[in-house]
């Protein structure tokens, strides 16, 4: 995109702490089977999603999210616009009435979440998400839960990715600062080495520094090829790092399109982004 100063450089292609073509706060949600999906759709898409909370009212409606590999695709809006409920939907955490979710060629929508994360679903909340009693190391033994193969490699690529992490790996993660937590949060997701990762407003609370500081580290994580699909609450700064966004308002799609035409389309400027 013209105008991103990382769009030309993404770097590092090494891709093996993903899982391109392989395998917090997650309710328990019995699934069912992954069918076959059409060819031609995104490796990962929410598509036309209606659906809520148990048996409570729609909040999401015809929503549709999609992104593919080494793209990276932010959900933008204002508050109550249901941004963090269509990934929860993506992620299986609530009911989708009407529409599909579909992965890498499979229709994931009866899957629950559990089953989601075997299929390479990595999902970070926004709160939550670390084990505070536990070390930084055993946050992200924690994340390899699912693998049986050695993953001291991929805590390596963790460590290489933040090294702060590694300097703190024996220290409880509750005694961290808030970006070090999100970054500890982030690895241990990787550790399943991923599709898809999923990020649920990751830089909520923090400042600006560690915010930029945590948006290179994601435009890292791209680099290696991996589709990364992010809430965000400061619109301006993710949009300038997308390559699409996703503007929701009332669990609509209202606006779509890369980050670049998002942040020069007069209308979103105005309502959304400030002026």
Not at 80 to 105: E, I, N, P, Q, Y
Not at 112 to 122: A, E, F, L
Not at 173 to 183: D, F, I, M, T
Not at 188 to 216: H, N, Q, Y
Request: glycine residues 12%; proline residues 5%; charged residues 25%.
């Amino acid at each position: 995109m013209s105008g991103n100063p990382y769009q030309d450089d993404r770097g590092n292609k090494d891709a093996s702490i993903t899982k391109r073509h392989g395998v917090g706060e997650i309710p328990y949600r019995k699934g069912g089977k992954a069918t076959p999906a059409a060819k031609g759709e995104a490796f990962l898409i929410g598509d036309t999603m209606t659906g809520g909370y148990g048996t409570g009212p729609d909040i999401l409606h015809e929503c549709t999210i999609a992104v593919n590999p080494g793209e990276i695709a932010v959900i933008v809006g204002p508050n109550g616009a249901g941004k963090s409920t269509a990934m929860k939907a993506v992620f299986g955490m609530l009911d989708v009435r009407s529409g599909h979710v579909l992965l890498d060629g499979e229709d994931i929508t009866a899957l629950s979440p559990q089953d989601r994360v075997i299929k390479g679903m990595g999902f970070v909340p926004q709160t939550n998400n670390i084990f505070t009693s536990l070390t930084v190391e055993e946050n992200l033994e924690m994340g390899a839960f699912i693998r049986r193969d050695d993953f001291r490699g991929t805590m390596a690529q963790v460590y290489d990715l933040f090294p702060i992490l590694k300097e703190k790996r024996n220290q409880a993660a509750g005694e961290l600062s808030g970006g070090q937590r999100q970054q500890v949060a982030v690895g241990r997701a990787l550790m399943t080495r991923p599709k898809v990762l999923m990020l649920d407003e990751p830089t909520a609370g923090v400042s600006p520094i560690v915010m930029d500081e945590l948006f290179d580290r994601i435009i890292e994580v791209a680099r290696t090829g991996i589709p990364i699909l992010m809430v965000e609450q400061n619109a301006r700064q993710a949009l300038e790092i997308a390559d699409k966004g996703y503007v929701l308002v009332q669990g609509r799609n209202a606006f779509t399109g890369t980050g670049k035409e998002l942040l020069e389309d007069p209308e979103v400027r105005k309502s959304f982004l400030g002026g």
